[in-house]
């Protein structure tokens, strides 16, 4: 199995333009999380799927962003209009039952 | 707000010498995992433990969970330069329909050297 994959692995874009980051989660695998990472903030919990299905978005700092997942085997995280401070490292994570495995993120920076 | 905290933040020792790293969490948990961060990569999952679980090893890890305490603590025996990298604890909450939804800890950041 070649993991959980994510594209790119690095985005540079400039503000106000839309941003879609992408991820392959590992076969088999009914959740899937995205997470946010910073300095600042360490590693927070953007929204997570269950059986494709949205559970919880809670984490998902503002309406510029959303996420879905039409199929087992692929999710986006899409942010527009991007601004500078979602600059981060974006990790996709799946899991059946209990360890996640991570992807090895996007790295975003928006000027 | 994140429920783990790990201590200490920062851990400097050298090679083969052992590293214990503190997680302390707030809420009743199914299991606590212990991942590992190598600068620019993905988080790797090291070690899961269960909370009917007091302690755990995998090779060169030893875990332990006091969940009398909310603690738990992970242990590197004979650490090697590859070891170093920072390594978080996560938490999944007791109940619910959680779908193994994790909180991780800031983090500690382990230095080994040669």
């Known amino acids: 199995d070649a993991g959980v994959i994510q594209s790119p692995r690095h985005e540079v874009t400039e503000m106000g333009q839309e941003v879609t980051l992408r991820c392959k989660p590992i076969?088999?695998?009914?959740?899937l999380f995205w997470y946010r990472q910073t300095m600042m903030r360490g590693l927070e919990l953007l929204i997570y799927f269950n059986n494709n299905v949205p559970i919880d978005d809670s984490g998902m700092p503002e309406d510029r962003f959303s996420a879905k997942m039409p199929n087992a085997s692929f999710s986006t995280l899409k942010i527009q209009p991007s601004e500078p401070r979602d600059s981060a490292v974006y990790f996709c994570?799946?899991?059946?039952?209990?360890?996640?495995?991570f992807g090895s993120g996007t790295r975003l920076t928006v000027v | 707000s994140q429920q783990g905290e790990e201590d200490p933040q920062a851990l400097s020792i050298q090679e083969g010498e052992n590293a214990t790293m503190n997680c302390s969490y707030k809420?009743?948990?199914?299991?606590l995992q212990w991942y590992r961060q190598n600068s620019g990569r993905g988080l790797v999952h090291l070690i899961l433990?269960?909370?009917?679980?007091r302690e755990k090893h995998s090779g060169r890890l030893r875990v332990t969970l006091d969940t009398s305490k909310k603690s738990s603590s992970l242990l590197i025996t004979a650490s090697r330069a590859a070891d170093t990298a920072s390594y978080f604890c996560a938490t999944a909450s007791a109940g619910g329909t959680s779908y193994g939804k994790l909180t991780f800890g800031q983090g500690t950041i382990l230095t080994v050297h040669p």
């Open positions: 433990i269960r909370s009917n679980e």
């Open positions: 994570a799946s899991s059946f039952k209990s360890g996640y495995t």
């Open positions: 809420t009743s948990i199914n299991n």
């Open positions: 076969s088999g695998h009914n959740s």
